[in-house]
């Protein structure tokens, strides 16, 4: 177990609502990063929030947020969700600068109708 | 821009067989190699990783090389258990231009008892 924990652990949503997703990173981790990972795809980076700022962005459009509170949780906000937003969404925490030591959560399975 | 491409699965094995899961890349600069594997129901964990040219990576009775002469990083192992079972993911990190971990799309493996 990595010690990341992501809630909840299955969502659906209906076309058009908004979702919030949340992560708790490992104990000594400051940087937080969230990846959406299709059905029978590979993890595609959304975003890194280190120190409360965001550090670095994938290609995913502003309706996909995120926020990281002073002990190093983190929530992704989707706004106006889309079909194709299905996926499993995976939390990682990381000290700062060494991705090497990535360490993820089991990911929340969101599932839009 | 920066890829991974990995053979397709799922690939099918008897216990004890030797495992080959083939990984090329492209980059612009000099990554760090890394495959990461997933059991079921669970997040995805480092197996291994080669930061440098001919650095070879291994956990769990796994291999890798970074072959930067065939832009390469198959994964071996000699002998494979049933417990072995998972998705494998090649995957790369640039570091100090972004954070992001760019993963191929996975290979599922199976193995049979």
């Known amino acids: 177990e990595t010690g990341v924990t992501q809630s909840p652990t299955h969502l659906i949503k209906t076309r058009g609502q908004q979702v919030t997703l949340r992560c708790s990173s490992q104990s000594g981790h400051n940087t937080v990063s969230w990846y959406q990972q299709a059905l029978g795809q590979g993890p595609q980076f959304i975003f890194q929030y280190y120190r409360e700022e965001e550090n670095g962005r994938g290609n995913f459009p502003p309706r996909f947020s995120g926020l990281q509170f002073p002990n190093y949780s983190s929530e992704l906000n989707v706004n106006a969700l889309e079909l194709d937003d299905s996926a499993l969404y995976l939390c990682?925490?990381?000290?700062?600068?060494?991705?090497?030591?990535?360490?993820f959560g089991s990911g929340t399975q969101l599932s839009v109708l | 821009g920066d890829s991974v491409t990995q053979m397709e699965g799922p690939v099918t094995l008897s216990e004890e067989a030797f495992l080959t899961i083939n990984c090329t890349y492209t980059?612009?600069?000099?990554?760090?190699l890394f495959w990461y594997v997933q059991y079921p129901g669970e997040g995805l964990q480092l197996l291994l990783k080669a930061t440098k040219a001919d650095d070879k990576g291994s956990n769990k009775g796994f291999e890798a090389t970074y072959r930067k002469e065939t832009t390469s990083f198959h994964l071996e192992k000699g002998s494979v258990q049933v417990s072995d079972s998972a998705v494998y993911f090649c995957a790369l990190s640039v570091m100090n231009r972004d954070d992001k971990i760019i993963f191929g799309k996975g290979t599922r493996l199976h193995i049979l008892p």
């Open positions: 980059a612009t600069g000099y990554p760090s």
């Open positions: 990682a925490s990381s000290w700062a600068g060494r991705d090497e030591k990535l360490f």
